[in-house]
């Protein structure tokens, strides 16, 4: 197991994750917290997917004492979008509407331009699709804020020149694996990644795969000597690619993933061809000793997002491990819920030109948000 | 003799450090071309306190061939200004005229704020009072941007992302004197010194002491790679401290100064105390042996600039190398030429209101720069 910001590799142990990076579980307690608080869970919470934390009870007790909190959360724009990047995105979308609150969404073009060899116009034309694909997710367009690192960079650079000060290039070292060799733009950007945390004179939360931890240590460092809150974060595990457990689902491999773009019968023959089988090679040995839900992928996929009805799950995990659902089975009813979600979202994105504007410059948050200037 | 972007100490040695730096020096040659096309030559060329350069030839060149090119120079916020501030803005001022190109003069507040013990609210203090010194100078309106880099950061983050992706710790480090413990703000800064160099597709003439060279070096590396010209320089000896011929004027020890702000009688005082004289102990041997004028600060005040008559420079130098005239003689004409110079000064200065404005916000270049957005 090796797990950094740059690199995650072989089976994930993740309570000797939480211990590792000094994290919490989020356990029975504050689930239930968060339940009543909420009226319901996330299936991405109930599920465990999201299953640590840093600050999350505070920010709950935030919550209950009426001075709220917000989110943030973004996307770097290298490529187009694929069902791993969603999941966050899924998540604030549910806190947002069950706790009322406003979020924040960067694009940080900056960082893809400086880190990666893509040119200015490819990343460009990323970061509008992957606005595209967001915001046709469905936030509340009076309190979400959209925005591209590079468009927005006039309201925070006095503020960020304020978190500069306070972080050598030594500390960038340690915690982002920068070399001599790393680009002076690229040494800069963490700092820019940092100031939506101060958006508000409130708590963030940020949902993350646990692997971001350590970008929020310098957050949390600096914080409280510029008089805003440490950023609290709560922590996804890895999804899983389409080959197997181990690893996460990467863009530099397209058969690892379904992409928000993929057609019906792309994902059909992903999926039936790619996606990872617990099932036994032979109808007659799957029928006699049963699939192995553990490292059956499809079954994965379900459990951790798309099959959100408890009481199916279960009878899908019944079946298939008494071998009288099929491996093909199984994957049918994968393919037909990435189908319907995405048949969903190709509806949200086909009139989604008027809530990026909302949500990008006309709306409530994001007409503030224009208006201000942090220093 | 030590000589580096940070550091100025010893008895300069000018030939040397053209040598060191490798730059050229400003022949008869260029001075007959240069005054052939102006019309006559500053004093500060004429002097040759301006005395070497990089590629000044080349803008002569361009200037000839009608392609122009454009002028850039700076001021870091970080006090008041005195004298030494004022000669390269005064030679912009000049070459501005005489050649009717554009001049940018960046305030890099953001550079002081991050290599400064400075509070963000000395920084916009020292700006403003530095904005309406350089505006009092008088540059034509229509032809002259003067920016803060905190509030045009949002025009020129994007070719700043270009530049930067080209330029590691590792030459900012070289080049700079950076170490692991700056911050990783003042890492990113030099990338923002560089931009203006980009505003035409121009070469661009930078009036800077020579000790600033080392500082074009990276533009020079990187600009043709982004399609721009490598800046000129043009570049001076260090002005002397009331003292004496070593080191540099420093703002940090006031008494080595005359400020632009000091009163009539201050300026007096400070000069008859303080300035280094060459003349000799007793007034008896002072007509006897005459004084020494390569030391004499008074003379070399009025040499380098407050005295542009030769003719009558020459009559001082004459008279009080004869011992004729007395230190005390030589002080005074001193006293009178810089006290002239600061009373017009303060006149122009009560009315820069207006100039400011236009200079950065609403004269023809400043609407035209606002209205742009480099990538």
């Given at each position: 197991m090796r797990v950094t910001p740059w690199e995650v590799e072989g089976k994930i142990d993740y309570n000797k994750l939480i211990k590792e990076f000094g994290t919490k579980k989020i356990g029975e307690e504050l689930l239930k917290r968060m339940e009543k608080l909420a009226g319901e869970l996330h299936v991405l919470i109930r599920r465990g997917f999201f299953f640590s934390h840093r600050d999350l009870d505070k920010v709950l007790e935030d919550f209950e004492k009426g001075k709220g909190f917000f989110l943030y959360t973004g996307r770097g724009p290298t490529g187009?979008?694929?069902?791993?990047?969603?999941?966050?995105?899924?998540?604030?979308?549910?806190?947002?509407?069950?706790?009322?609150?406003?979020?924040?969404?960067?694009?940080?073009?900056?960082?893809?331009?400086?880190?990666?060899?893509?040119?200015?116009?490819?990343?460009?034309?990323?970061?509008?699709?992957?606005?595209?694909?967001?915001?046709s997710i469905g936030f509340d367009e009076d309190k979400t804020f959209i925005f591209r690192d590079s468009e927005y960079i006039g309201r925070v650079y006095k503020l960020m020149l304020k978190a500069a000060r306070k972080v050598t290039f030594s500390t960038a070292k340690a915690v982002f694996g920068f070399t001599n060799e790393t680009n002076v733009g690229l040494s800069f950007y963490p700092i820019y990644q940092i100031i939506p945390t101060f958006f508000e004179k409130k708590r963030a939360l940020i949902p993350a795969g646990i692997d971001q931890d350590?970008?929020?240590?310098?957050?949390?460092?600096?914080?409280?000597?510029?008089?805003?809150?440490?950023?609290?974060?709560?922590h996804s595990k890895f999804f899983p690619p389409l080959q197997g457990l181990e690893g996460k689902m990467?863009?530099?491999?397209?058969?690892?993933?379904?992409?928000?773009?993929?057609?019906?019968?792309?994902?059909?023959?992903?999926?039936?061809?790619?996606?990872?089988?617990?099932?036994?090679?032979?109808?007659?040995?799957?029928?006699?000793?049963?699939?192995?839900?553990?490292?059956?992928?499809?079954?994965?996929?379900?459990?951790?997002?798309?099959?959100?009805?408890?009481?199916?799950?279960?009878?899908?995990?019944?079946?298939?491990?008494?071998?009288?659902?099929?491996?093909?089975e199984i994957k049918m009813l994968l393919v037909e819920k990435i189908n319907n979600y995405l048949k969903e979202?190709?509806?949200?994105?086909?009139?989604?030109?008027?809530?990026?504007?909302?949500?990008?410059?006309?709306?409530?948050?994001?007409?503030?948000m224009w208006e201000k200037s942090f220093e």
């Amino acid at each position: 197991m090796r797990v950094t910001p740059w690199e995650v590799e072989g089976k994930i142990d993740y309570n000797k994750l939480i211990k590792e990076f000094g994290t919490k579980k989020i356990g029975e307690e504050l689930l239930k917290r968060m339940e009543k608080l909420a009226g319901e869970l996330h299936v991405l919470i109930r599920r465990g997917f999201f299953f640590s934390h840093r600050d999350l009870d505070k920010v709950l007790e935030d919550f209950e004492k009426g001075k709220g909190f917000f989110l943030y959360t973004g996307r770097g724009p290298t490529g187009d979008m694929h069902l791993g990047h969603i999941l966050s995105f899924e998540l604030v979308k549910w806190f947002q509407k069950r706790f009322g609150v406003n979020l924040y969404i960067a694009i940080s073009d900056d960082e893809k331009f400086l880190q990666k060899r893509l040119s200015w116009e490819e990343v460009d034309k990323y970061a509008k699709r992957n606005i595209e694909d967001i915001a046709s997710i469905g936030f509340d367009e009076d309190k979400t804020f959209i925005f591209r690192d590079s468009e927005y960079i006039g309201r925070v650079y006095k503020l960020m020149l304020k978190a500069a000060r306070k972080v050598t290039f030594s500390t960038a070292k340690a915690v982002f694996g920068f070399t001599n060799e790393t680009n002076v733009g690229l040494s800069f950007y963490p700092i820019y990644q940092i100031i939506p945390t101060f958006f508000e004179k409130k708590r963030a939360l940020i949902p993350a795969g646990i692997d971001q931890d350590p970008y929020w240590r310098i957050q949390r460092d600096i914080a409280e000597s510029l008089g805003y809150y440490k950023a609290a974060a709560i922590h996804s595990k890895f999804f899983p690619p389409l080959q197997g457990l181990e690893g996460k689902m990467s863009s530099s491999n397209p058969r690892t993933a379904i992409w928000l773009n993929d057609g019906e019968e792309e994902v059909k023959r992903k999926i039936m061809k790619y996606a990872f089988s617990g099932g036994k090679p032979t109808i007659e040995e799957h029928r006699k000793y049963g699939g192995d839900i553990n490292v059956d992928i499809p079954y994965q996929w379900l459990s951790i997002f798309f099959e959100e009805d408890d009481k199916r799950l279960e009878e899908i995990a019944r079946s298939y491990t008494k071998g009288e659902m099929l491996s093909g089975e199984i994957k049918m009813l994968l393919v037909e819920k990435i189908n319907n979600y995405l048949k969903e979202h190709r509806r949200k994105k086909k009139v989604v030109e008027k809530k990026i504007r909302k949500m990008m410059y006309e709306g409530k948050l994001a007409r503030e948000m224009w208006e201000k200037s942090f220093e």
